[in-house]
């Protein structure tokens, strides 16, 4: 069963009023008792409104860790639910209930719970373990063993013991690079990320013969042959890692292009350019930018675009989540 945001907004109908300053939204935030959580995919101006800027993994610890009674989550919709799902005392809404992610739309819970049983089927197991990437639905979730995110991974398929079949959903390249890590034979899921699928090897080769002294910087949701020409893989907290620990580096970044106002931030010791799309000089994600600062504020003083998971599908995912934070990326 999928699980659609509640008591929906269709933002696009809503006469936004102007937003304030960011440090102006976080103070009317604190003063009525609503933790701003932001993914490092937003937009420079949503990020400063935020208590807390990090990535799946990060947002999924500070949520847990922190006692809040109304959560705004400024990210997409599967990270509203897993807020919720980890929280679940607390009121949890979103600045567009509408931005959603294409990796969560391209599994299905009940393609996904087929698929178990035929693969079940074929391998003669009864021992699958399903381990799903953090970019899906709640109720996928709930199907899944255990959850990853791109911080720790290789991790958590590392933790499963050696001959256990493995199903890996929802991303292939993901997937693909962890079987490629872990020499590994996963079954992979056929969906993929619209980001990260559409850098071109062409551009990016260019932009490189530009800058021939920069590291480029890649996402393992990025396909193989990107993955290939690119001097370090890792998900966004390995790449603040690596550019905080440079000194006036210069860095191509294939991932969503928000992540440079982060770098930005937290390393202005180095330069970074945005790895280009096939028809543009960057790459934007056109679900996290549905949200704006005026969405933001809306929801802020209104509280719509509220999240809310049944309890027979949060209690499962609970459970995967739960086993996720207990492995620490190394």
Known sequence: MQTPCQKQVDMDQVDLEPAPTPQE???????????????SYQEGEIQEAAHFVGDSLELARYA??????????????FMAETAKILSPAARVFVPDPKAGCSLAEGCRSEDLAQ?????????GRDDLV???YVNCTAAVKALSDIVCTSGNALEVVQSVPAGRPILFVPDMHLGAWLNEQTHRDMHLWNATCIVHELFSVETLMDLKTQHPAAKILAHPECPKNI???ADHVCGTAGMLRLVKQAQGGQFIIATEANMIYRF??????????AAPGPSCACN???????????KLWHALRTRSGEVLVPEDVAAGARKALERMLEIRPK
Do not use: F, W
């Open 25 to 39: 939204m976080r103070a009317y935030a604190d003063a009525n008792d609503i933790l701003v959580l932001a993914h």
């Open 284 to 294: 934007l994600c056109p679900h996290m930018q549905r949200n704006t600062p005026e």
């Open 227 to 229: 993955r290939d020409i």
């Open 115 to 123: 698929y178990q049983a035929h693969l079940k089927t074929k391998l």
């Open 264 to 273: 930005r931030k937290d390393a202005p010791q180095n330069e970074y350019v």
């Open 64 to 77: 847990k860790s922190h006692d809040a009674r109304n959560i705004c989550l400024c990210g997409v919709h």
């Open 130 to 132: 399903t381990i799903c």
